[in-house]
């Protein structure tokens, strides 16, 4: 897939909850093709104390405005600052980014999407790639409380959506599995992205159910081009570079203990 | 157009401005975004004798105006490299120079004798100073009688443009420059990396899994620049100056501080096409004061 360097428009930058933005940045041209599970690097203008671009997932495509979401939290310097661009201000974007899930090995099976806090954002679009593509998502996604559940409508808009909130305020109590879903239902197809622990207790149930399982990981990057080779993991084939044989790898590859 | 032709000891260039090793992959990463053929030379990843996994996972801290990396020399392999690698890269019209590292003298010349057999490459840039590897690397271009003698059995097996690519982690510089180039080197390149180190007070842990890395970036450019006037005024030899170039204007002080060429290197993780906008740059600033040539502002300080 052709790699582009763009200046994307805000078209809208909000705050949605839990220290979190969602920002809807118009290209100037046409999109180019996107999967789900890719992401860009933004680069972070006129804050000095940021000095390489961020990575940042893919929420969402709207192909009818031409339109790429980014949903970000608001954690160091260089997401604070994307949290002050207002519309009309330029987002310069190496884009697309990775690998991206691998929707084929859904087909014609029972799918489960899990997220947990600002992970759940690259689910939004697989969701509904996969739902184009004519399997029905069923999004498992966990937050601490009620209020830190991200996107909560559109996801109930693309797929059956399933909670789990550590104080119960919204679905079910607990981490994402300890939901009952995943003792009363088989799926045969599980993708994950947020944060380690829960991405790695997923892929132990998995591993252990015998479910096929793709995990995305977000080690720190500096180029996401698969040239400094700082964001490797550990794999059954040695270090490979999380940006590029990355983010998304199937647990098989790595060398997890779980 | 002024001519941006340069010459880096023996191997001619089609303007001056070459990627830094180990921050431009193999070139092909970053075939969408600029015609690499518009780039004067294409310094691919840090090559060793035998594979090597590199260090572990964090390699990376972000540091004011700057960055802290440890990769330590992951790389394929040197046959990886002839087999594979290099025959995507033979149909560029431009130099492609691979950077050669190792452990022990015997691993530098071993890798520098089999790419010296490679049509397509007219240059190595030897690396006397890895600062992420625990022996060899750094430990060879710190002292004048090692690098006597690593560049001295290199220049024994190497009949092509040597480049001797140097730390700045050292007393005297220019010292070390003349010892490389009295052991046969054709030029020199610096400075890689500075030795530095990132804490996060919060964990009260290192950010790094070595604990130290390199610095680079924009903050390392008034150390560079220094380092390359004083090189420069030291040995007959071209120099190559790098270290912290973010935009053409800084690759233009490099030239006048003395290089002949410069390499580009963290600037690719920002914007991945500036090489080409630094050749034109330069060429915009040779029309706009009236020189005919690149060679008219090399080493005028």
């Known amino acids: ?258 | 157009m002024a001519d941006l032709t340069t010459n880096i000891g023996g191997l001619t260039l089609k303007n001056p401005v070459m990627t830094a090793s180990g921050t431009f992959g193999f070139g092909l990463e970053f075939a969408d975004f600029v015609d690499l053929n518009e780039i004067g030379g294409i310094i691919v990843k840090g090559t060793t004798l035998h594979k090597r996994e590199g260090n572990p996972y964090p390699r990376l801290a972000e540091t004011p105006q700057g960055m802290i990396n440890a990769v330590g020399l992951q790389n394929k392999g040197v046959d990886y490299f002839i087999e594979h690698t290099n025959p995507q890269l033979k149909n560029l019209s431009t130099e492609v120079i691979v950077n050669v590292a190792g452990h022990s003298i015997d691993d530098y010349t071993a890798c520098a004798e089999k790419i010296n057999a490679l049509d397509n490459i007219h240059a190595i840039e030897l690396n006397i100073s890895c600062p992420n590897v625990k022996e060899g690397g750094m430990s060879f271009g710190t002292s004048v009688p090692m690098v006597e003698k690593v560049v001295g059995a290199v220049r024994k097996v190497y009949k092509k443009t040597l480049i001797v690519k140097l730390t700045p982690n050292v007393t005297d510089i220019a010292e070390i420059a003349k010892a490389a180039e009295g052991a046969g080197a054709d030029s020199v390149s610096l400075i890689n990396t500075l030795m530095g180190m990132a804490i996060d007070a919060e964990k009260r842990k290192p950010i790094i899994s070595t604990i130290t890395g390199g610095l680079s970036g924009a903050c390392v450019k008034p150390v560079a620049l220094r380092m390359v006037w004083q090189v420069a005024k030291a040995v007959k030899i071209p120099v190559v100056g790098l270290g912290g170039i973010m935009n053409a204007t800084d690759a233009i002080e490099f030239l006048l501080a003395g290089a002949s060429a410069v390499e580009i290197g963290t600037a690719n993780f920002i914007d991945p096409a500036i090489t080409v906008k630094v050749a034109n740059g330069i060429n915009e600033y040779l029309d706009r004061h009236g020189f005919k040539s690149v060679k008219d502002i090399i080493g005028v300080i």
């Open chain 1, 1 to 258: 897939m052709k790699k582009h360097i763009i200046d994307f428009e805000v078209s809208s930058n909000e705050e949605v909850g839990n220290n979190a933005i969602l920002m809807k940045l118009h290209c100037p041209t046409p999109l180019p093709e996107i999967k789900p599970g890719q992401f860009v690097e933004v680069r972070i203008d006129n804050e000095p104390n940021v000095f390489l671009r961020r990575p940042i997932s893919i929420n969402y495509i709207d192909k009818k405005a031409n339109e790429m979401w980014l949903l970000v939290q608001k954690v160091g310097k260089g997401t604070n600052k994307l949290g002050t661009l207002q519309k009309g201000d330029t987002l310069n974007c190496v884009v697309p980014l990775g690998n991206g899930f691998d929707t084929k090995a859904a087909q014609g099976k029972k799918v489960l999407l899990v997220g947990g806090g600002v992970g759940v954002a690259p689910m939004l679009m697989l969701g509904s790639t996969l739902k184009e593509e004519g399997t029905e998502p069923t999004f498992l996604l966990g937050a601490r409380t009620k209020n830190m559940l991200l996107e909560k409508e559109l996801f109930e808009q693309t797929g059956r959506l399933l909670v789990t909130t550590e104080d119960g305020s919204l679905g079910e109590k607990g981490f994402v599995t300890n939901h009952s879903v995943l003792s009363n239902e088989k799926f045969d197809k599980i993708y994950v992205c947020g944060p380690t622990p829960m991405m790695k207790a997923v892929a132990g149930y998995a591993k252990k159910a015998g479910i096929d399982c793709e995990v995305s990981l977000e080690n720190k990057m500096a180029c996401g081009l698969g040239a400094c080779l700082c964001c490797v993991t550990e794999t059954q084939e040695g270090h490979k570079c999380v940006c590029t044989d990355g983010p998304v790898f199937n647990i098989n590859e790595l060398t997890w203990q779980i």
